[in-house]
Structures are given as structure tokens and as C-alpha cells.
């Protein structure tokens, strides 16, 4: 059966669209559908939706960059200071607490603990 095209691009409606799949992929993607709270065709749709040709090429490009952020420096900070409580001033100077739990508390601890100067 041909795909029409022509008809496609002045549709209003959503169609049905199929796909064939091995049971594990299936079973993933239902798993995280039901986290969400939606219906696997919902959670299917918004990936679809999503995807962009070429983005592949990003991924290089983002593991590049989780190796830089996240190196073994970091990583053997955190593992050092983890349930530790720091107390320090945010760039508006207002005192906060943070319990490290996660390497983005880290950050929050390291990039706080210098003073900026506003031109």
C-alpha cells in the first residue's frame, strides 16, 4: 500500500501510525510511560515528536561533556563530602544550607564559593 502523501500533509486528525518492535523495547517503553503517568501511544508520540534527523550527531558532543563536568576530581569530592551540610552565601549574598546528595549540590557549592564583581 502506497503512502499518500499529498493526503497526509492536509490532514487535521491524528492518524494511527505502526511499528514492529522487539518485546523488550515495548516493555521499556511502557515501563516509562507508566512512570509518567501516560499512555504508551501519548509517550511514544512525544518521542517521535521530538526527534530531530542529525541529533544523533550530539551525542559525541554531550558525552564529551558529562566527562568533562563529571570527572573523577568531582566525582571523588562528592563521594568525600556526601550527607556533609554546607553552610555559604549565594551571589546575592543570602546564606543557604545544602546537604550534598548529588553532584549537582557540588557545583551549587563550588560555583557560590566565589565572589562576583558587578561592572
Known sequence: MALNIEKLSTEKNKSTLGFRCCPKLKLRLAQEAQKLNITLSDYVESIVSN?????????????????FYENDIL???FTANKG????????????????????????????????????
Do not use: H
Open 84 to 119: 556533609k551540610v554546607f553552610d555559604f552565601k549565594n551571589a546575592k549574598g543570602e546564606p543557604l544550607k545544602i546537604t550534598i546528595n548529588s553532584l549537582q549540590d557540588i557545583y551549587t557549592v563550588l560555583i557560590n564559593s566565589f565572589k562576583t564583581s558587578k561592572p
Open 75 to 77: 566525582k571523588d569530592f
Open 51 to 67: 526527534y530531530e534527523p542529525g541529533a544523533n550527531n550530539l551525542v559525541p558532543e554531550l558525552k564529551a561533556k558529562i566527562e
